[in-house]
């Protein structure tokens, strides 16, 4: 069974640009959260979706969205980029919301510059 | 979700068993105790959670304190792949953001050769 699967693996960005990150979870699950993971901070919940549905949402700004498709393909996107936002991107699948463990793809990493 | 307080890091020759603790005293009735590692610059993998009893899969064994306060995670032969950052998450049961996963600041567990 393949893994999840993060694209692009690298990006660079110049402040105030916009950027997408796809997410294809494991074949099966429905449900994909998303984290961020900085120096400073640590790994964050940044969403969760389940069924194309918006479940949950960290504490961040309206910068940050995501949607999920029918397929469970999820991506999210940050707008108006600030060098801050300069991080390792990581998506979890999961069969299903209750108490299951969650998969981690290897992340995307996004350069702010 | 209860918050946990793990040791920042620790050391553990290779082929001994590593053990790793993890206080969680303000744990409740629904919350199991997951735990998951980090090996630089990839997502998290999970390796084992517990309601109350003990558990032991084909990476790791659980120990629980009857009370529930506490947890220690085993390694029983650390090898120099082990070395990595161990999270300690008390999560609750069911409901919705079930995936919504509180990374703390971890354990960094060196194994020495």
């Known amino acids: 069974k393949a893994g999840v699967t993060q694209t692009p693996r690298y990006l660079i960005k110049t402040r105030g640009q916009q950027v997408t990150l796809s997410c294809s979870p494991i074949?099966?699950?429905?449900?994909v959260s998303w984290y961020q993971q900085t120096p400073g901070q640590g790994l964050q919940f940044l969403f969760e979706?389940?069924?194309?549905?918006?479940?949950n949402k960290g504490n961040f700004p309206g910068r940050f969205s995501g949607r999920q498709f029918s397929n469970s393909r999820s991506e999210m996107n940050v707008s108006t980029l600030e060098l801050g936002d300069s991080a390792l991107y990581l998506c979890?699948?999961?069969?299903?919301?209750?108490?299951?463990?969650?998969?981690f793809g290897q992340g995307t990493r996004l350069t702010v510059v | 979700d209860a918050k946990t307080t793990q040791p920042p890091s620790m050391d553990c020759a290779e082929g001994r068993a590593a053990n790793l603790p993890c206080n969680h005293s303000?744990?409740?009735?629904?919350?199991?105790v997951y735990w998951y590692r980090q090996i630089h610059s990839q997502g998290p993998q999970y390796i084992i959670h517990?309601?109350?009893n003990n558990e032991t899969n084909e990476m790791a064994s659980l120990i629980i304190t009857e009370d529930r306060k506490s947890s220690t995670l085993i390694l029983p032969h650390a090898t120099l792949r082990d070395t990595a950052v161990y999270y300690c998450?008390?999560?609750?049961?069911?409901?919705?953001?079930?995936?919504?996963?509180?990374f703390g600041t971890g354990t960094r567990l060196t194994v020495i050769p």
């Open positions: 979890a699948s999961s069969p299903q919301t209750v108490n299951t463990e969650a998969f």
């Open positions: 074949s099966g699950h429905r449900s």
């Open positions: 979706y389940f069924s194309e549905t918006q479940r």
């Open positions: 303000t744990i409740s009735g629904n919350e199991y």
């Open positions: 517990g309601l109350k």
């Open positions: 998450i008390v999560r609750r049961l069911g409901g919705t953001g079930a995936n919504n996963l509180f």
